[in-house]
Structures are given as structure tokens and as C-alpha cells.
């Protein structure tokens, strides 16, 4: 009886452990560092776009905006320099709106009387058959049909499964990053509650939904916890988690943070920071060999130094140096930039 009990007592907490990790309120104990600037640019010609997500597709670091709705964008930034400028990579045609979904009339009177604000793009990734794009208005994947010139909507959606889930609550806080891993899409459903859809291109209705493991050791302020852009590298899922200043390489398994680098006194430095520290936020995520980038979205607002620039802000910060020993983990030590 006793060899009983002690085995029940040992599934019932394996059991409470999962499910803690699964629902995100057990916070891992991954090493929280500061972040080391490599880089930092101002992006010329980024005024009132809102620069909202970042790529690095065949080496060149592609980006969208909020207010964007037919444009990619390409950065290429130098070494050195203290600016870069934002340059059109491609134009094509929105996608009409989605005919398979609900579309709120809210989101419908938007698409008809502003064609810059009625895709809201947070995201953007690549495969070798071509580039994706994240639209937040509608929650839903387009792929960019170069030949064509026009943006499609791809066959997976969810609006609805989601919110029956209890994500999507609140507007304009809703589908915010993307990334395509090892053939799958992840996509970063942004606050209250934040979560992760893993979605596979073919599938009709999203259901692998997932809640984000917190990590002790980083603080939001009060502010709401949140994810606002992915990233995959050597086999890690990054997340951008914009009001704790942190980017954090999670096991794409369990979605547990392997380490997590924290970047608030570089965005709040005398030469850096906006005039309203709630905008000049991390928005979009990408990762190379040569580092973490980071774009501050500034929502139009002006930086504290100079009240005539509104221009975004894209930061380079090195990869750790440092090893998570945890064997959970499975943590490796990351490439020197």
C-alpha cells in the first residue's frame, strides 16, 4: 500500500507540474541577462509606417508595417552607420477580404476606407517557396505571390477556434508575430492572454494552441505579459516579449525558456528613448548568426531628444555568451556573433 501511495503521490505532482508548464503559470528559473548593443539604426523613411515585423529571407532582412497594407520592405544596414533606410522590396495588391471567416464591421468598414490600415501586417517569414506575411486585422496568414503581384490568403484560419479558447479578447491586441519552423507556422497571439498557435499550412482551423511558460526572472512592470514577435535560430523558437524588454530562446517542444536577455536600458538610453515611453516597443524579431534585431514600433511618437524625429529604431544585440546548464532545457551554448 505504501509503494502505492508513493507512486500515486509521485504522478499526481508530474501530473500538476505539466499542467502548470502547459497553462503558463509555472515560470521556469532560465538565466536572465542583460543585453549586450551591437548595433543601432535609424530607419529613414519609416514615419507614421509603424515598421512592425522583421525576416531574414536569403540573408536580407526583410520588414513590414502596420500601416503598409501592399508593401514589403527590405533594411540594409552596414556596419558602423547610424542609419539605415527603409527601401521598398516589393508592391502587390492586398488580398480582398476573407470570404471562409466571420470579418467584424468594425474590420470591414476599415478595408473599405483605408487601404494602408486594413491588413495591420505584424509578421512576416520565408520558405523556399516564398514569403508570408501575417495580417492582424483578419488573424490570418497571406503568402506573397510575386508572379502575380497580389498577396493570397493561405487555407488556415482562427478567429473563431481561438477566441472559443479564450484568445483574441481584445482588438488590435490580437495575431502578432509569425515565423515558419522546420514546416510548421507558429504564430504569436499577443496578450490577455498571450499564447502561441502552431499551425500547419494546409490545416483548415487552427487548434494547437499553446500557453507560454513564464520566466521568474522577468518583470513587466504591471503591464500586461505579452509576445509580439517569433524568431527561429539554431534550432531555438525565440520570443519577443515587448514590456519586459526581453528576448527569450525557447525549446520548441515545450516552449520552456532555455535563457532570455533583457534590453530595457538600451531602449530607455538618453539617445534612444521616445517622448511616450507606452510606444517605442519591440515589435519585430530576427535573429542571424550576427545577432538578435529588434524594431522599436513608435507609433508616429517622437524621440525625447529630438522632437522633430519619428523615426523607428532597429537594434543589433549579441547572442549570449553564457550556458544554461539546465539538462531540462536541453539548452546549447549559442553561437558567438
Known amino acids: ?67 503598409s ?11 558602423g552607420a547610424e542609419r539605415v533606410t527603409l527601401e521598398p522590396k516589393a508592391r502587390f495588391a492586398r ?29 512576416i517569414t520565408c520558405d523556399a517557396s516564398g514569403v508570408y506575411l501575417l495580417s492582424e486585422r483578419h488573424n490570418r496568414i497571406a503568402r506573397l505571390d510575386s508572379a502575380a503581384k497580389r498577396a493570397q490568403w493561405l487555407v488556415p484560419r482562427w478567429s473563431e477556434s481561438a477566441r472559443e479558447r479564450g484568445y483574441l479578447q481584445v482588438f488590435n491586441a490580437e495575431s502578432e508575430g509569425l515565423v515558419k519552423a522546420e514546416g510548421v ?62 528576448v527569450c530562446r525557447r525549446e520548441p517542444a515545450s516552449l520552456l525558456a532555455e535563457w532570455c536577455v533583457h534590453y530595457r536600458d538600451i531602449e530607455h538610453a538618453p539617445e534612444f528613448v521616445y517622448r511616450d515611453t507606452r510606444f517605442g516597443k519591440g515589435e519585430g524579431l530576427a535573429i542571424n548568426p550576427q545577432g538578435i534585431f529588434v524594431v522599436l514600433d513608435n507609433n508616429g511618437v517622437a524621440r525625447a531628444a529630438d522632437a522633430g524625429d519619428r523615426r523607428g529604431l532597429l537594434l543589433q544585440l549579441a547572442l549570449p555568451e553564457f550556458v544554461n546548464a539546465s539538462p531540462r532545457n536541453g539548452a546549447r551554448k549559442p553561437q558567438r556573433p
Open 185 to 246: 507556422f507558429w504564430v504569436a497571439l499577443e496578450r490577455e492572454p498571450r499564447g502561441l498557435l502552431r499551425l500547419e499550412r494546409d490545416e483548415v482551423e487552427g487548434k494547437d494552441f499553446r500557453a507560454l511558460p513564464g520566466v521568474a526572472g522577468l518583470d513587466f512592470r504591471g503591464r500586461a505579459e505579452d509576445v509580439t514577435a517569433l524568431a527561429y535560430y539554431d534550432g531555438g523558437l525565440f520570443t519577443l516579449e515587448r514590456n519586459a524588454f526581453a
Open 1 to 67: 500500500m505504501f509503494s502505492c501511495m508513493r507512486h500515486c503521490v509521485f504522478w499526481l505532482v508530474a501530473g500538476i507540474f505539466l499542467y502548470l508548464a502547459g497553462s503558463g503559470a509555472y515560470a521556469s528559473g532560465a538565466p536572465v541577462k542583460p543585453a549586450k548593443l551591437l548595433g543601432a539604426w535609424w530607419i529613414d523613411g519609416s514615419e507614421d509606417l509603424d515598421i512592425s515585423g522583421l525576416s531574414f529571407c536569403d540573408g536580407e532582412l526583410l520588414a513590414v508595417a502596420d500601416k
Open 69 to 79: 497594407s501592399e508593401h514589403i520592405y527590405h533594411l540594409p544596414v552596414r556596419e
Open 95 to 123: 488580398p480582398d477580404l476573407p470570404d471562409d471567416q466571420p470579418v467584424p464591421l468594425k474590420v470591414r468598414a476599415l478595408h473599405y476606407a483605408s487601404t494602408p490600415l486594413s491588413m495591420d501586417f505584424e509578421g
